[in-house]
């Protein structure tokens, strides 16, 4: 029996095309393990199809190349969201909690301003805050008839 030869070699199908489609893949699957938004041990995965179709006569082959990753998903992350209705306006209010507890004010590291519960500047709370006082909730009692 005569020996079969092959000539396909992996990195030279489709003039190159398949080797790339691979590489790119590999690429994303390294990219995803340095990733530090993923879990390090999350299996990743790399699959390369390869799908042939002969002709009627069964002297030529149509091969078909897919290469496609499964990568680890992103880890998710957790907030607290605060609820509510401006009493003011009737709007749905809805901030991020940043203090850590509902109420309580905060210093924050990255400037060192004491701020709310939800990270507005204490200061623009108690402007706005003169404000509101200023307009409309002053009574003369000297034009009260």
């Known amino acids: 029996m005569a020996e079969r030869l092959f000539d396909f070699e992996l ?10 489609q691979f590489t790119a893949e590999l690429k994303k699957i390294a990219d995803n393990i340095l990733d ?16 042939f179709i002969p002709n009627d006569k069964r002297d030529a082959v149509q091969v078909e190349v897919a290469v496609k990753s499964k990568l680890a998903p992103q880890v998710s992350v957790a907030t607290t969201m ?3 209705r401006d ?3 009737g709007m749905t209010a809805l901030a991020e909690l940043k203090s850590g507890v509902p109420g309580q004010t905060y210093f924050d590291p990255d400037d060192s301003i004491q701020k709310t519960d939800t990270g507005k500047p204490i200061d623009e709370v108690e402007a706005e805050s003169d404000s509101k006082e200023s307009k409309g909730n002053v009574i003369d009692l000297q034009n009260q008839g």
């Open 11 to 20: 990195s030279k199908i489709a003039g190159g095309g398949a080797q790339e």
């Open 87 to 89: 009493m003011d306006t």
């Open 82 to 84: 605060l609820l509510g």
């Open 36 to 51: 530090l938004n993923t879990e390090a041990k999350t299996k990743r995965k790399l699959t390369m199809d390869l799908v």
